[in-house]
Antibody
Framework: EVQLLESGGGLVQPGGSLRLSCAAS????????MSWVRRAPGKGLEWVSA????????YYADSVKGRFTISRDNSKNTLYVQMNSLRAEDTAVYYC?????????????WGQGTTVTVSS | QTVVTQEPSFSVSPGGTVTLTCGLS?????????PSWYQQTPGQAPRTLIY???TRSSGVPDRFSGSILGNKAALTITGAQADDESDYYC??????????FGGGTKLTVL
């Protein structure tokens, strides 16, 4: 069974940093692109970032470009996002998601999410 | 900045049919945008319904179908049930690895 388990969320002050992790199991992790998607309180889903299966290509939404860095360790079947210079508007539930057999097929499996709260 | 548009809310009667749409603030949606659809209920992770315009995700009943209608992507739910009451999101592939979600449609079944 394909499973994704996020961790690393918590309370952080504005300007602070946090690293989220997503442990994957049940599939050949290195063969699939992965994304981070978030949902802020009272708002809809927002795509944050994506990474190719090899890790050689990364992509970001304008709202996080220059502050967030997506990465993966295929030997550990784990996806990461390093979040720096955090703002109140980054407060959200963060989901990791696996893409289909090609990145263009969109996200097909989702984790349960981890909550990030940016507040003083 | 391109905005992906969805109806903010919709209602359907139990057993009825509803079509939700996904458009662009400028231009038309085609299969080249690889539209996908997701269902999310409060406190739960999103559930994938449709990808690549028309392909149902594993385990999704055939009451859910995707298409292109005119200049928009569409999600049609037939035989609506009470547990279809959820938020529905589309996402479009904008190229260069970038995805953009619509604002979501809150579907009420009553």
């Amino acid at each position: 069974e394909v499973q994704l388990l996020e961790s690393g969320g918590g309370l952080v002050q504005p300007g602070g940093s946090l690293r989220l992790s997503c442990a994957a199991s049940g599939f050949t992790f290195s063969s699939y692109a992965m994304s981070w998607v978030r949902r802020a309180p009272g708002k809809g889903l927002e795509w944050v970032s994506a990474i190719s299966g090899s890790g050689g290509s990364t992509y970001y939404a304008d709202s996080v470009k220059g502050r967030f860095t997506i990465s993966r360790d295929n030997s550990k079947n784990t996806l990461y996002v390093q979040m720096n210079s955090l703002r109140a508007e980054d407060t959200a539930v963060y989901y990791c998601a696996k893409h289909g057999t090609a990145m263009v097929r969109g996200m097909d499996v989702w984790g349960q999410g981890t909550t990030v709260t940016v507040s003083s | 900045q391109t905005v992906v548009t969805q109806e903010p809310s919709f209602s359907v009667s139990p057993g009825g049919t509803v079509t939700l749409t996904c458009g662009l603030s400028s231009g038309s949606v085609s299969s080249s945008y690889y539209p996908s659809w997701y269902q999310q209920t409060p406190g739960q992770a999103p559930r994938t319904l449709i990808y690549s315009t028309i392909t149902r995700s594993s385990g999704v009943p055939d009451r859910f179908s995707g298409s292109i209608l005119g200049n928009k992507a569409a999600l049609t739910i037939t035989g609506a049930q009470a547990d279809d009451e959820s938020d529905y999101y589309c996402v479009l592939f904008m190229g260069s690895g970038i995805w953009v979600f619509g604002g979501g449609t809150k579907l009420t079944v009553l």
